[in-house]
C-alpha cells in the first residue's frame, strides 16, 4: 500500500528553507514555519501568524493537515502512557511514552504493522501493511512533546525555553525500523535537528530484527545512534523458531554484522533478549549466550517476556499468553547473574505498561476487528 501524501512534518529544515525561497520568500520564514511546529506544538498554517496570510494559504494548500488523530490514550499505574493514533489513510499506529527519574523516553513506531512476525510480538499478527513517511514517524516524536509541555509541573524547567520534553528515543514500536530505511533516517535527522526537536543522536536507539545489509548501511551515516539488536537466543534453533528472519541472517552471520558495526562505529551494540518461560531461560542458555557475545563492545537488556492477551484469526499459530510466559523472578535474576559472572554487562529490566497492554502492536491489534492480510 502507497504512503498518503506528505505533511510539512515530511520536509527536512533545508527542504523547507527551499520552499520557502523558491516562493520568493526570506529564509527566515523556514525558521518560523520550524518553530511553530516543533517548539509551540501548532501543526495548522492557519495558527502561524507570523507568516503572511498568503504564504498561510498556499502552505495549507499544498500540504495535507498532518494526520496523527488520537484514537484512544491508556495510562498505566506505573506512569506509562500510550496512545493510538489514526493516519490519513485510516490506518493506525501506536506510541509509548515511558517516564523515569529524569527522562522521558518516547517509543515510536516506522510501520504499519510488521512483516517480521517474530512469535512473541503483537505488531505482526495482522501483517505488514505499509511504511510511515518521515512525517508520520517525526509526529508521533511532536505529539507526545507537546502533550508533556501542556501538563504543568512533570518537569523542572530544562534550561532554554524551548528545550523539548522528551529527553530520549526508542524506535520499537510497530514495524522493522531498518525496513523504512530512508524514512526513518530523514525522520532522524529532523529530531535531531538544532531547527527541529534538538535531541541529540546518542538519546536515539534503533532496534532491529537484524538486517544486515542496513546495519552495514547505518553504520556509514555518520551518525552517533544507539544500535539494539533483538537477539532473544543463543543459537539457531531457537531464534528460528522464534523469529523467522534468522533463516535469512543466521546468528553466526549477525555476530560478525554486530562486530564490524562496533568496529566501525566505536559505538556499543545492545542485545534485547526477551526472557521466556522454558524457551531462553535455562542456564544453559546463558552460557551459549555468554560465549556468543565474548569480546564484544555490548551491553545485553534481558526482558520479561510480556503476555500478548489476543489472538488473531487467519495469522497463523501466532503464540499467545498460554505459550509465552514469563519465568519465575528467581530465575530471570540467576540468567542475569550468569551473565555477569561470565563478564557481560546484563541487567533484567522491570516491565512497564503491563497493565494497559504496553507491548507494541497490543492496543492496535484489540481495537481494530481482526482480519487476514496476506
Given at each position: ?10 520536509l ?9 525561497t523558491r516562493r520568493?520568500?526570506p529564509k527566515?520564514?523556514?525558521?518560523q514555519?520550524?518553530e511553530?511546529?516543533y517548539q509551540?506544538?501548532?501543526s ?8 503572511p496570510?498568503?504564504m498561510r494559504?498556499e502552505?495549507?494548500?499544498e500540504?495535507?493537515a498532518p494526520?496523527l488523530f ?10 506509562t ?11 493506525s ?6 517516564p523515569?527519574?529524569?527522562r522521558r ?16 510480538c503483537?505488531?505482526?499478527m ?5 511504511d ?11 505529539r507526545v512533546d507537546?502533550?508533556?509541555k ?5 518537569d523542572?524547567p ?12 526508542v ?16 525522520a532522524?535527522?529532523?529530531i ?7 535531541i541529540?543522536?546518542r538519546k536515539i536507539?534503533?532496534?532491529t530484527?537484524?538486517l544486515?545489509p ?6 556509514k ?11 532473544h ?5 531457537i ?17 560478525a ?21 522454558g ?16 569480546g ?11 503476555p500478548?492477551k489476543q ?18 523472578e528467581?530465575?530471570?535474576?540467576a ?8 563478564g557481560?554487562?546484563?541487567?533484567l ?8 497492554e ?14 487476514e492480510?496476506?
Amino acid at each position: 500500500m502507497a504512503s498518503p501524501a506528505c505533511s510539512v512534518y515530511d520536509l527536512s529544515p533545508s527542504e523547507l528553507e527551499g520552499w520557502v525561497t523558491r516562493r520568493g520568500q526570506p529564509k527566515y520564514r523556514a525558521k518560523q514555519i520550524l518553530e511553530a511546529l516543533y517548539q509551540h506544538g501548532q501543526s495548522d498554517p492557519v495558527s502561524w501568524t507570523t507568516l503572511p496570510k498568503p504564504m498561510r494559504d498556499e502552505l495549507a494548500a499544498e500540504f495535507p493537515a498532518p494526520g496523527l488523530f488520537p484514537i484512544q490514550q491508556q495510562t498505566s499505574s506505573d506512569g506509562t502512557v500510550k496512545w493510538l493514533w489514526k493516519l490519513p489513510d485510516g490506518q493506525s499506529v501506536e506510541t509509548v511514552m515511558i517516564p523515569a527519574e529524569g527522562r522521558r523516553t518516547v517509543c515510536v513506531s516506522t510501520q504499519v504493522g510488521c512483516a517480521y512476525k517474530c512469535g512473541f510480538c503483537a505488531s505482526g499478527m495482522k501483517g505488514f501493511l505499509r511504511d510511515l513517511t518521515a512525517g508520520e514517524i517525526v509526529q508521533q516524536v511532536a505529539r507526545v512533546d507537546q502533550t508533556l509541555k501542556s501538563v504543568p509541573g512533570t518537569d523542572s524547567p530544562l534550561g532554554t525555553r524551548y528545550r523539548s520534553r522528551v529527553s530520549n528515543i526508542v524506535f520499537m514500536g510497530m514495524g522493522e525500523p531498518l525496513s523504512n530505511y530512508e524514512n526513518l533516517i530523514k525522520a532522524i535527522r529532523i529530531i535531531n535537528s538544532p531547527d527541529g526537536l534538538k535531541i541529540g543522536a546518542r538519546k536515539i536507539t534503533i532496534s532491529t530484527v537484524g538486517l544486515i545489509p542496513m546495519m552495514e548501511r547505518l553504520a556509514k551515516e555518520g551518525l552517533q545512534l544507539e544500535l539494539a539488536v533483538s537477539l532473544h537466543a543463543p543459537n539457531d534453533a531457537i531464534r528460528g523458531k522464534l523469529m523467522p528472519v534468522n533463516k535469512r541472517y543466521p546468528i553466526v552471520r549477525l555476530m560478525a554484522a554486530c562486530r564490524a558495526f562496533v568496529k566501525a562505529t566505536k559505538r556499543l551494540i545492545t542485545f534485547e533478549y526477551i526472557l521466556i518461560d522454558g524457551v531462553n531461560d535455562q542456564p544453559q542458555h546463558a552460557e551459549e549466550l555468554a560465549g556468543r557475545l565474548k569480546g564484544l563492545l555490548c551491553k545485553v537488556n534481558l526482558i520479561p517476556c510480556h503476555p500478548i492477551k489476543q489472538m488473531v484469526p487467519g495469522t497463523g499459530t501466532v503464540p499467545g499468553t498460554d505459550v509465552f510466559r514469563r519465568p519465575p523472578e528467581e530465575r530471570m535474576r540467576a540468567f542475569e547473574k550468569k551473565l555477569q559472572e561470565k563478564g557481560i554487562v546484563a541487567t533484567l529490566r522491570t516491565s512497564r505498561g503491563l497493565d494497559i497492554e504496553g507491548a507494541c502492536g497490543q492496543l492496535r491489534l484489540r481495537h481494530e476487528t481482526p482480519t487476514e492480510v496476506k
